[in-house]
């Protein structure tokens, strides 16, 4: 059976930075009732706490923090990017130890957003890009949707079946 990695905050658990959650939806809870879903947290599993503060990647997108040209910080000037990276490699780790070729994480975040993330000024300005998981995901060929995208996401399964 095809396994899917999916953001833990997307089923509903309370990881989100502000330690909030955003799920669960009912796809993502047949797939977890089919036991499909491989839950995983980038940023948590990278050892940042719940709650945290706010990040962003100012000046540049997540495969920039992959190859060493731009950093995570906080809203308040801590850089994060290890964390960010530890997260992303260990997210990296599970789709291959299970031969995960489908990830939904969570729209618009450094970790997960995979078309949107923020600018990097906090002030709530999106911009094409992806965050530092998502991309690195995508590099090894694992395609990546969010949770407005359940229904492409579904198709790629039924298209992996």
Not at 78 to 88: I, K, M, P
């Amino acid at each position: 059976m095809q396994k899917i990695l999916v953001s833990r905050c997307l089923l509903g658990h309370r990881v989100r930075y502000d330690g909030g959650a955003s799920g669960p939806f009912d796809l993502l809870q047949q797939w977890l009732d089919e036991g499909r879903v491989v839950p995983f947290c980038p940023e948590v599993a990278g050892g940042l706490p719940t709650p945290r503060a706010a990040a962003e990647i100012p000046g540049g997108q997540g495969a920039e923090v992959l190859d060493g040209q731009a950093s995570v910080i906080t809203t308040e000037g801590e850089d994060v990017s290890a964390q960010f990276l530890s997260g992303a490699y260990q997210a990296l780790e599970l789709v291959q130890t299970h031969c995960i070729r489908i990830a939904v994480l969570k729209a618009n975040s450094p970790s997960c957003g995979n078309v949107l993330t923020y600018d990097g000024t906090f002030s709530g300005v999106k911009v094409s890009g992806e965050g530092v998981t998502a991309a690195l995901l995508k590099r090894h060929g694992v395609q990546v949707f969010n949770e407005l995208e359940l229904p492409q996401a579904a198709a790629a399964l039924a298209a992996q079946n």
